[in-house]
Structure formats: structure tokens, C-alpha cells
Nanobody
Framework: QVQLVESGGGLVQPGKSLRLSCVAS????????IGWYRQAPGKEREWVGIITSVGGTNYADSVKGRFTIDRDNAKNTVYLEMNSLKPEDTAVYYC??????????????WGRGTLVTVSS
């Protein structure tokens, strides 16, 4: 019913920047919010940040001041702009959408993730 596709991951050097995208497709009435999560090797999945339907954002302390979430509602796309990247940012990054489907049904969906590797 709803598909989320993350893209933009890759290998980047410490101190550099990268922008990830999350595109939502399918049949839905609206997206209430999209959150970004990440999972580093051997660690639990960690919440990174969120953007709401009205554009409000919140971030984890570990990325606050370095990462920014923005959106393009016309394209059903949310971006995670990552600056001043550190090796500890290395992880698979996932987006998660809280959506309203046809007929008012509320559901939550995950993308399959995109790998970000921060290394010299």
C-alpha cells in the first residue's frame, strides 16, 4: 500500500557532508510524520530525528547542530542533510512514515535503509 525508498548513502570522509532522501509512494491521504533512524554494526537501532506534517523538527542529541531534516511535500520526499560527519555516524539509515491511508486508516511503514560509511 505504501512504499518508502531511502537513497543517497555511500562512502564519505570525516568532516564532509551527505544528503539522504526518503520517497514515499502508494495510495495514502497524508503523511503525519517521517522519522529518521540508524543502526550501526553491532548496535541497537537509534532514533535520529523527525519532521511533522506542519514542518516541526526534533533531533537526537548526538546529531543536533550537524543534521537537518527538510521536506518537499509535492514530491512526497523528506531529506536528511548530514554535515560534519564523524566515523561514529556510520550506520544503515532508515526512514519511517506515519501515514493516513485511504478511508482514514492509520499505518506505520519502514524503508529498507541506505548505508552511510564515514571513513578516511
Amino acid at each position: 500500500q505504501v512504499q518508502l525508498v531511502e537513497s543517497g548513502g555511500g562512502l564519505v570522509q570525516p568532516g564532509k557532508s551527505l544528503r539522504l532522501s526518503c520517497v514515499a509512494s502508494g495510495q495514502f491521504s497524508r503523511i503525519n510524520a517521517i522519522g529518521w533512524y540508524r543502526q550501526a554494526p553491532g548496535k541497537e537501532r537509534e532514533w535520529v530525528g523527525i519532521i511533522t506534517s506542519v514542518g516541526g523538527t526534533n533531533y537526537a542529541d548526538s546529531v543536533k547542530g550537524r543534521f537537518t531534516i527538510d521536506r518537499d511535500n509535492a514530491k512526497n520526499t523528506v531529506y536528511l542533510e548530514m554535515n560534519s560527519l564523524k566515523p561514529e555516524d556510520t550506520a544503515v539509515y532508515y526512514c519511517n512514515a506515519d501515514v493516513i491511508l485511504r478511508f482514514g486508516r492509520r499505518e506505520n511503514y519502514w524503508g529498507r535503509g541506505t548505508l552511510v560509511t564515514v571513513s578516511s
